[in-house]
């Protein structure tokens, strides 16, 4: 008997998932120290993307970072770009046209879409219903599309700028955005038949990675992921920034605090998203898309060519950049992934004296060790994807 | 909440009851910013989440600022919001090189990665911190990268040749 005790009992291994593992979301090296397949503790150890990009940032102008911020969050560059001109618009006390705010919106929240896309096509992906992601990718690309016809770009946008936005809409742009609207729903009706009436993805999602409203806020969660646990916390309803509290919008949230609640959450705000930009279309109003100040603002490249003032403006804004008065501020939006805050530290300088990225990622990524404890292996592949992380931002 | 009430609250209420521990309180573009004593950062971060009408209850961020030229020479700064009460307050710590700060981790949890990469960047250790390691870079990496005088590209050595040459060590 003791010679079998022997043969099945287990002992306490470590076991290193990543940095190069398919379902990681990029370079995530999680230590998992596993008794069988029960998981003791999991830490993550990040840092492979580092880049330094606040470093960057010291040694930049202000309007010069604004391409770094698309290769944060990768996967919804919009909201960083917005995240950052806003900062620094807080800094500089600049107020923006209205139309400027209500592009934005239509930006943030088309970028919002993007992202949730992904996020739910991977994690469904990594628990093995490949169709999904096919299927939200296709409805991404319709995303891409937009943003390409929006400023050219469809990945790395950097359409926001300091003091407005890069290129105005046009009849065309508004017309595949309402085109996007008609198909989405459709689409989104079928992942749901696809997947939350699926049997093995709910079985593998509810009740796996369970987090109190009490631990998660104390653990710093925010974003979607902190709503799954029943806290109603959206910064854009509670601390609306540009045109929000305009739009008639509802902030879902879970019960439970598990997988499920949290893929739920997405695919809602996805819906919720889809409103705000219907309405915004909507009552898109007329007027300048940007704010009129050379100094701030480049002049447009057509008249650079042809206008002596515009020339030097042009040049004054590439080689110069503009001053922000002495001060500290932070500024916070309601990203896809949670809050992502800018603080920055003006010395009255042409560049950041500081410059700190709040990323939700890297602090949700806090959560793991509490969801994954006493869970098994497998599900710490779904506890991953519903906290979202891309490492772009959150090793910065 | 009015902006009338809101100031009561985060400055006024804060003031009476630390008054001999604040330094001093900025008021910049609507954001409330108390400057406090390092000796009292525990018993006030346990106030102003405990107090009802304060309930600062998530820590959004710690982040270190370096003013070279100053003493002491580095800033700790916390981001705190109030999720019921919808509020957000900024406290910050001088402190200098090789000097501790208290770690507020046992008040939120979630201050444990930001201070680690506090400690990072700059090199500031907090104390009573349960895991105080670097989180970003190699834990062989010398230096503080987000110090001032750490240089933009770095030091060179044969993974850096455009970094800048370390000076002799005494």
């Known amino acids: 008997m003791a010679e079998l005790e022997n043969i099945i009992s287990t002992r306490e291994i470590t076991l290193h998932m990543g940095p190069q593992h398919p379902s990681t979301h990029g370079v995530l090296h999680l230590l998992l120290e596993m008794q069988g397949e029960m998981i003791l503790k999991a830490e993550p150890d990040i840092g492979y993307l580092h880049r330094g990009t606040e470093k960057i940032a ?17 996967m919804c560059a919009m909201s960083n770009n917005l995240a950052y001109v806003m900062a620094v618009e807080k800094a500089i006390g600049l107020e ?47 995303v891409l599309d937009i943003f390409e016809q929006i400023c050219g770009a469809r990945m790395t946008l950097s359409y926001l700028r300091v003091g407005g936005v890069r290129y105005d809409f046009n009849k065309e742009i508004v017309e595949s955005i309402n085109e996007l609207l008609e198909i989405l729903p459709g689409r989104l009706d079928e992942y749901e038949t696809v997947l939350i009436g699926n049997r093995v993805w709910i079985q593998r999602n509810e009740g796996v ?27 854009r309803k509670d601390e609306p920034y540009l045109v929000y509290d305009r739009f008639d919008f509802d ?4 019960e439970n605090g598990d997988c499920l609640d949290r893929f739920n959450m997405r695919f809602q705000e996805v819906k919720q998203s889809m409103r705000i930009i219907k309405q915004a279309v909507k009552d898109l109003p007329d007027g300048p898309f940007n704010v009129d100040i050379p100094e701030i603002v480049p002049p447009a490249k057509p008249n650079v060519y042809k206008n002596m003032e515009n020339l030097i403006h042009h040049f004054k804004y590439v080689s110069a950049g503009f001053k922000v008065p002495k001060g500290e501020i932070y500024s916070a939006i309601e990203a896809p992934k949670g809050e992502l805050g800018v603080y920055i530290v003006s010395d009255g300088t042409e560049k950041p004296y500081r410059l700190k990225l709040r990323v939700p990622t890297f602090v949700n990524l806090q959560t793991i060790n509490h969801m994954s ?20 931002e959150c090793d910065k | 909440m009015t902006p009338v009430d809101k100031d009561a609250v985060l400055i006024d209420k804060v003031k009476a009851a630390f008054r001999d521990k604040i330094i001093s309180t900025t008021v910049y573009r609507g954001e409330v910013t108390h400057l406090v004593c390092a000796s009292a950062l525990r018993s006030m971060c346990t106030f ?123």
């Not at chain 1, 404890?373 to 772009?392: E, Q, T």
Request: glycine share 8%; charged share 25%.
């Open chain 1, 373 to 392: 404890k006493g869970r098994y292996l497998a599900d710490v592949i779904a506890i991953v994807s519903s906290l979202d992380p891309v490492f772009g």
């Open chain 1, 96 to 142: 923006i046209p209205e139309r400027a705010k209500y592009i934005r919106v239509i930006a943030a929240e088309l970028s919002r879409i993007a992202g949730h896309l992904l996020a739910m096509g991977a994690w469904a992906l990594d628990l093995g219903a490949m169709s999904i992601l096919l299927y939200a990718m296709r409805e991404r690309e319709i």
């Open chain 1, 251 to 254: 902030i879902p949230t879970g």
């Open chain 1, 58 to 74: 010291e040694g930049l102008l202000y309007h010069q970072f604004t391409p770094y911020t698309d290769r944060l969050d990768y």
């Open chain 2, 48 to 170: 102003l989440k405990t107090d009802p009408e304060l309930r600062m209850n998530f820590c959004a961020d710690v982040v270190g600022v370096d003013y070279m030229n100053e003493t002491p020479r580095f800033e700790v700064v916390y981001h705190l919001y109030s999720i019921t009460r919808k509020h957000r307050i900024r406290l910050k710590v001088r402190v200098n090189e090789g000097e501790t700060i208290p770690s507020v981790t046992s008040i939120w949890a979630g201050a444990d990665w930001a201070e680690r990469e506090v400690y990072d960047m700059f090199g500031i250790v907090f104390e009573g911190h349960p895991n105080m390691k670097r989180i970003y870079l190699a834990e062989d990496w010398e230096g503080f990268p987000l110090r001032k005088d750490y240089p933009l590209r770095g030091y060179k050595d044969r993974y850096n040749p455009y970094g800048v040459d370390r000076e002799e060590k005494d």
């Open chain 1, 209 to 235: 990675g369970v987090i109190s409203a009490e631990d998660a806020i104390n653990l710093s969660l925010s974003g979607p992921a902190l709503r799954a646990s029943g806290v109603k916390w959206d910064i």
